[in-house]
């Protein structure tokens, strides 16, 4: 016959796991009814569990497949039947630990040590919440695709939706769940988003304030600094249609320095202070950089703008080619003599590069800033003040003025250019 195993939680009787060739089984009211926990693992055989107490793990020997944690499973303490009714539900968030994680391989994962190096992913660093939501949300059209299905199935006739309908479906934005982390003091500090469909979700925050980097396609601004630790607070949010509502109000959370603090408190004030003063500094570069960037594509079509454009004589050519090479001049001071490192020569790092720096160890130490890293942001920021100026009469004068004047010509149109005059005959 089938072998099962079974553990009881050491906190609520009524909870327990069980074990069978077909997975992984929990209760909890003592045996009356059974949930099946699958969190991504297959239907196998369960050979042996174990609670690990100080953690609230249950660790799972499956046949064949290794090992499997369930990395703190108290939410299921407090699952009942008026909770899962509700709407929506914070589970309790257990305290947070914050350090500096250690990198042994020096990369991700099995970073170049092959497919038979074996590692175990560890759960994911930073507080972890865990919230029930009894509805998914859902869009226009899903909803629309529901209630037809319901219709069929009833077996009545399902109307065509009106244009007005069809085209506020096509404009819609997904709905979606935000986390939103404040401090003591009730500031925000992240917007995490989560999952918005039906059941219980678990999303991490990993304890750090959002990038400066220029907003990306996928919405990352990059890495941020660490936040301080103390009392901070997590409430669940929804937005619809562009409306944003409260699901859950604050749930209070605490994050602490793991083993003994090398910082007083008011150092660490001083050490967010200088990662917002590098943050601020590297928002605004990285902001010229691709303005910059942006500018030296513009001056690119606009070269082959006038080149179709007979009435414009060479002399417009010649003035974008001036533009491109004092374009050339400020992007190097921001990346560094891009000609001499292809060369493998030596060169001083540019405005970016000094500033990469200092942000790559500040942001992965708690420890103060160095002298070596105050330097280095001194004189990036005289640097960068240096070539703003210039930049600023380029694109925001010098390159207009001149689009201005392919507009005048009839030129075709390029982009960056303001929206082309025209007067009906």
């Not at 303490?77 to 500096?100: C, G, N, V």
């Not at 509502?245 to 793991?258: A, G, H, I, K, Q």
């Not at 004189?379 to 703003?388: C, N, P, T």
Request: aromatic share 8%; no cysteine; net charge negative.
């Amino acid at each position: 016959g089938s072998t099962y195993t079974i553990v009881q939680d050491h906190v609520n009787p009524n909870l327990l796991f069980v074990g069978t060739e077909f997975g992984l089984y929990a209760t909890l009211n003592e045996g009356e009814s059974w949930i099946e926990l699958t969190g991504g693992m297959p239907t196998i055989g369960v050979r042996e569990l174990e609670i690990q107490r100080r953690e609230n793990d249950l660790a799972v020997a499956s046949f064949g497949r290794g090992f499997y944690i369930l990395d703190d499973y108290t939410p299921l303490r407090d699952l009942s039947e008026q909770l899962i009714a509700s709407d929506a539900h914070m589970f309790p968030i257990k305290r947070t630990w914050l350090y500096i994680q250690d990198a042994p391989l020096a990369l991700d994962g099995k970073a170049m040590m092959g497919a038979s190096y074996y590692t175990a992913d560890n759960p994911p660093f930073g507080a972890t919440f865990t919230y029930h939501l009894k509805e998914s949300l859902q869009t226009r059209e899903a909803q629309r695709r529901e209630g037809e299905k319901e219709l069929k199935e009833e077996g009545q006739d399902t109307p065509y939706p009106t244009w007005d309908e069809l085209r506020a479906e096509a404009r819609e934005e997904d709905p979606g769940v935000w986390l939103v982390v404040r401090d003591g003091a009730g500031n925000v500090v992240r917007r995490v988003e989560g999952s918005s469909s039906k059941g219980i979700h678990r999303t991490t925050w990993d304890l750090r304030y959002p990038g400066y980097s220029p907003v990306s396609s996928s919405g990352s601004t990059g890495e941020g600094p660490l936040a301080l630790p103390g009392r901070y607070t997590v409430s669940l949010e929804q937005r619809v249609d562009g409306v944003t509502t409260e699901l859950v109000s604050p749930t209070n959370f605490d994050v602490e320095v793991l083993g003994a603090p090398t910082l007083m408190a008011a150092d660490r004030d001083a050490l967010i202070a200088f990662h917002r003063e590098v943050g601020e500094l590297w928002r605004v570069v990285m902001g010229a950089s691709q303005a910059a960037g942006d500018a030296a594509r513009r001056l690119d079509l606009m070269k082959r703008a006038i080149e179709a454009t007979p009435s414009l004589g060479t002399d417009a050519y010649e003035r974008a080619r001036a533009l491109e090479l004092r374009l050339a001049d400020i992007q190097e001071a921001f990346t560094g003599d891009r000609v001499l490192a292809r060369a493998q020569e030596p060169t001083m790092p540019g405005i970016m590069g000094r500033l990469q720096q200092v942000l790559f160890n500040a942001y992965s130490s708690t420890s103060r800033p160095t002298a070596a890293h105050r330097m280095n942001v001194e004189i990036a920021g005289q640097a960068f003040e240096a070539v703003l100026t210039d930049l600023r009469q380029l694109v925001e004068v010098d390159v207009r003025a001149l689009e201005d004047e392919l507009e005048a010509a009839g030129a075709p149109w390029t982009p960056g250019r303001r929206i082309p005059r025209w007067t009906r005959n």
